[in-house]
């Protein structure tokens, strides 16, 4: 009987060490993905955010809101990276902030 306790014990004691380091690799793979969800979310926010600055210093400079992406990337320097992102540009009228969506390109 004490053979089986005890043997019982040996074989609980094998199975905890693995049981606990496969929940703890579980747990920190949860963080990973998390921080980097939440990345991608403030990049595409901050992207957005530019976009919109970069609008408001062409109406600053020129009178009038960029007419394209294109003008903003030749006259403003600014560079979005269209294989992460997506941007959808829509200016109404030179003198109405133009439409912009930013989406994210899932790969």
Do not use: W
Not at 15 to 21: E, T
Not at 31 to 47: F, I, K, T, Y
Request: overall charge negative; charged content about 20%.
């Amino acid at each position: 009987m004490k053979q089986k306790k005890a043997h019982l014990r040996t074989l609980l004691r094998g199975l905890f060490f693995p049981v606990v380091m496969v929940a703890v690799l579980l747990c920190f793979a949860a963080a990973v993905n998390s921080l980097s969800e939440g990345r991608s979310e403030e990049d595409l926010r901050q992207l957005e955010e530019t976009l919109r600055r970069s609008c408001v210093a062409c109406y600053a400079a020129e009178g009038a809101y960029p007419p394209s992406l294109e003008y903003l990337k030749e006259h403003y320097g600014l560079q979005v990276d269209e294989t992460q992102y997506t941007v959808q540009y829509s200016a109404i009228a030179e003198n109405l902030m133009p439409d912009i969506t930013v989406l994210e390109n899932h790969q």
